[in-house]
């Protein structure tokens, strides 16, 4: 048995046995943190002041990738295509997951149809690319096939420069909306019942519920989902890689697709590098400024 102080508190020996196994634990984590995460974002850093390539060693070229990036017109260009498909993602994914997490809380116990929510994003995401794509085909896609078939015309969901990013953010809200459901559903479980009883007992209908309780009551919740989910649209890759390629033209030329581009097609990675540092300090001012305005780390419920 492990020895006690006077008071009930452990040893010394004991609270050092407890360190060493936690230690224990948490190295495995620590150290892949390390290797995959950690080091490569040191030695990212440093390229991103380098000119290199494959071929060569790095060359120290200080501020030269940052100030061509200030006059680089396909970076620009690729950051406003970025936000354009952060605002369709996030806008209409948070909107759709919040409206099934409230209907999966409200109307059903079903551990079934619960689940069943989720099984899109249990999908590879190239699996998932790849069912839209042929789906939405010009030629012999399903969705064009009923389109002619009430009369209208098809509709070049992958190959139209103004339908590029729009079907691309839909494809992408279809696979992940089930996941951001569940984790907003999470957060209507800490709601109390008793607050919905409460408001019941005051006449409050569902709408007025959910404006004046369920909405305010959840804002650390969506807060963090918001987080979660604008810094993953961000970093769109697979999804574009394997429709559009970034066409038509620049059309859905996102960020990720031009980093890897200049990395992998031009053997620039001192400049691939420089942008990579860019879009890290944008997603965490991003996560900053939301944080911080919505007022994440607040809860109505203490």
């Excluded at 634990?25 to 995460?37: E, R, T």
Aim: hydrophobic content about 55%; glycine content about 8%; aromatic content about 14%.
């Amino acid at each position: 048995m492990r020895t006690l102080k006077k008071g009930g508190g452990k040893s010394t020996s004991a609270r050092r046995g407890d360190l060493r196994m936690a230690l224990f634990f948490i190295a495995p984590a620590a150290l892949g943190f390390l290797v995959f995460y950690a080091w490569p974002t040191v030695r990212g850093i440093y390229l991103s002041f380098t000119e290199y390539s494959l071929f060569g060693s790095p060359e120290f070229v200080g501020l030269d990738n940052y100030t061509a990036i200030a006059s680089d017109a396909l970076f620009w260009n690729s950051m406003k295509v970025t936000l354009w498909y952060v605002v369709l993602n996030i806008g209409f994914q948070t909107l759709i997951a919040l409206g099934l997490a409230v209907l999966m809380h409200r109307l059903t116990k079903s551990g079934i149809i619960r689940g069943s929510i989720l099984l899109p994003f249990l999908i590879a995401n190239v699996v998932v690319a790849l069912l839209w794509f042929w789906m939405l085909d010009f030629q012999i896609g399903i969705v064009n096939t009923m389109i002619e078939s009430i009369g209208l015309d098809k509709i070049a969901f992958f190959g139209n420069e103004n339908w590029a990013i729009p079907t691309i953010a839909f494809v992408n809200v279809w696979k992940h909306m089930g996941y951001t459901a569940l984790l907003i559903f999470a957060g209507l479980q800490t709601i109390p019942t008793s607050v919905y009883e409460a408001a019941a007992v005051d006449g409050a209908n569902e709408w007025k519920t959910f404006w004046r309780i369920t909405l305010p009551l959840l804002r650390p919740v969506l807060v963090l989902v918001l987080i979660i989910t604008v810094t993953g649209s961000f970093q769109v890759f697979d999804t574009v890689a394997i429709t559009t390629g970034g066409g038509p033209g620049n059309a859905s030329r996102v960020i990720q697709v031009y980093i890897v581009e200049r990395a992998f097609e031009r053997s620039d990675f001192g400049y691939a590098a420089a942008l990579s540092a860019i879009l890290f300090v944008i997603l965490r001012l991003v996560a900053y400024l939301q944080n911080k305005f919505l007022r994440g780390g607040e809860s109505d419920l203490a």
